[in-house]
């Protein structure tokens, strides 16, 4: 059975300089069995209800400005899959998680440039979830253990978001060896109680965690980590570093 996984997904950046956190995609990618389909939360599609994207083919979504005009060029032209979304949502509302069909939604880079470094062919149909996220913690863990039953259908779920993510305290000179003291404490604490499997803690991570609301000003790049964590199991580190001092690249699966 799949695991479900977390990523850190960095600068949209990524997708052109994979630093050593695109090797480690790859490598997860080739020792995971081949999902029949992909469901993903990105950080990048807060909403204020759940959405479910049923596009049949999403465009390639460049949600950002100031890059370099090479990256613009990328296209992930993964085909959706509009029969899984919608089981997806008959899924959430089972679980009395109201949720509804959206059509129209691109892919948001949250979701294609881990994708494109995991699996560059672009072949394996993508659904997007959306990110309630004035509604915390608990409810992307009760979106997660709702979908949990799709691994066992071969499909792979993931969120994507950051492990840390104040961007106004990246320090663009430094290398991946360099890393603030507060941005390692937050991870550690956070770590840590995903090992114990600590769900209380997890869930008041604002008030518990070291320099929580300084590694989150805001928290919509940290929750897809509950939703991981809800659809799955087990907890591992499959990836660990920083970047710019203060961006965590960590890559965790729940087997």
């Given at each position: 059975?799949?695991?479900s996984?977390?990523?850190?997904h960095?600068s949209p950046m990524?997708?052109?300089?994979?630093g050593?956190?695109g090797p480690?995609?790859a490598?997860?990618a080739?020792?995971l069995?081949?999902?029949?389909a992909?469901?993903?939360?990105?950080?990048?599609?807060?909403s204020?209800?759940?959405?479910?994207?049923?596009?049949?083919?999403?465009?390639?979504?460049h949600?950002?400005?100031?890059?370099p005009p090479a990256?613009?060029?990328?296209?992930?032209?993964?085909a959706?899959?509009?029969?899984l979304?919608?089981?997806?949502?008959?899924?959430?509302?089972?679980a009395?998680l109201p949720?509804?069909l959206?059509t129209?939604?691109?892919?948001d880079?949250?979701?294609?440039?881990?994708?494109?470094?995991?699996?560059?062919?672009?072949?394996?149909?993508?659904?997007?979830?959306?990110?309630?996220?004035r509604?915390?913690?608990?409810?992307?863990?009760?979106v997660?253990r709702?979908?949990?039953?799709l691994?066992?259908?071969?499909?792979?779920?993931?969120?994507?978001?950051?492990?840390?993510?104040?961007?106004?305290?990246l320090?663009?000179n430094?290398?991946?060896?360099?890393?603030e003291p507060?941005a390692?404490a937050f991870?550690?604490?956070?770590?840590?109680?995903?090992?114990?499997?600590?769900?209380?803690?997890l869930?008041?991570?604002?008030?518990?965690?070291?320099?929580?609301?300084?590694?989150?000003?805001?928290?919509e790049?940290?929750?897809?980590?509950y939703f991981a964590?809800?659809?799955g199991?087990?907890?591992?580190?499959?990836?660990?570093?920083?970047e710019?001092?203060?961006?965590?690249?960590?890559?965790?699966r729940?087997?």
């Amino acid at each position: 059975m799949l695991p479900s996984l977390f990523i850190s997904h960095g600068s949209p950046m990524l997708a052109l300089e994979p630093g050593a956190s695109g090797p480690a995609l790859a490598r997860l990618a080739a020792q995971l069995p081949r999902p029949k389909a992909i469901v993903l939360v990105s950080a990048h599609w807060e909403s204020d209800e759940l959405l479910v994207n049923a596009n049949p083919q999403p465009r390639t979504w460049h949600d950002f400005g100031g890059f370099p005009p090479a990256l613009y060029q990328v296209q992930y032209p993964a085909a959706g899959d509009p029969a899984l979304a919608a089981q997806v949502a008959e899924l959430l509302n089972a679980a009395h998680l109201p949720a509804r069909l959206d059509t129209q939604r691109p892919a948001d880079h949250g979701v294609w440039v881990p994708l494109s470094l995991m699996y560059p062919e672009a072949d394996i149909p993508v659904v997007q979830v959306s990110l309630p996220s004035r509604q915390g913690p608990a409810l992307q863990t009760r979106v997660g253990r709702a979908l949990a039953s799709l691994r066992q259908q071969g499909v792979l779920l993931i969120g994507s978001g950051s492990i840390t993510h104040n961007l106004r305290d990246l320090d663009w000179n430094a290398g991946p060896e360099s890393v603030e003291p507060w941005a390692q404490a937050f991870r550690d604490w956070m770590v840590e109680k995903l090992a114990a499997d600590d769900e209380p803690a997890l869930h008041d991570y604002r008030r518990q965690a070291p320099h929580a609301v300084r590694s989150h000003p805001s928290d919509e790049h940290l929750l897809p980590l509950y939703f991981a964590r809800g659809a799955g199991g087990v907890f591992s580190v499959a990836h660990q570093g920083f970047e710019m001092g203060t961006l965590g690249m960590d890559i965790y699966r729940f087997d």
